[in-house]
């Protein structure tokens, strides 16, 4: 399922009983307190580091210095060796 499954094209509102059929309570709430567009409009990507929305190297390299000061994204080469142990997994005989 979609988020465009759940809003009337028509009407541009929620559809509450597709909401209560498939969400607990709590989070249906928190659906519905998402405001929806007055028209149909076609989705973006926005860039939410930059004042325009779009992604700019200068952006990006100032988003990871940023995140290199707040201690995220540190673990160097995590991802090469989990991907190094899921071949030797795949390719062993045990």
Not at 40 to 62: C, F, K, N, P, Q
Request: without cysteine.
């Amino acid at each position: 399922m979609r988020v465009f499954d759940l809003i009337d094209g028509r009407s541009m509102q929620w559809k509450e009983s597709t909401l209560s059929s498939i969400l607990q309570p709590e989070d249906a709430a928190l659906v519905r307190s998402i405001p929806l567009p007055v028209q149909d409009m076609e989705d973006r990507l926005i860039w939410h580091y930059s004042a325009t929305g779009e992604y700019t190297v200068r952006s990006g390299y100032e988003s990871a210095m940023m995140m290199k000061r707040n201690g995220v994204g540190n673990s160097r080469g995590r991802g090469e060796s989990s991907s190094r142990d899921a071949e030797k997994k795949i390719w062993t005989k045990d």
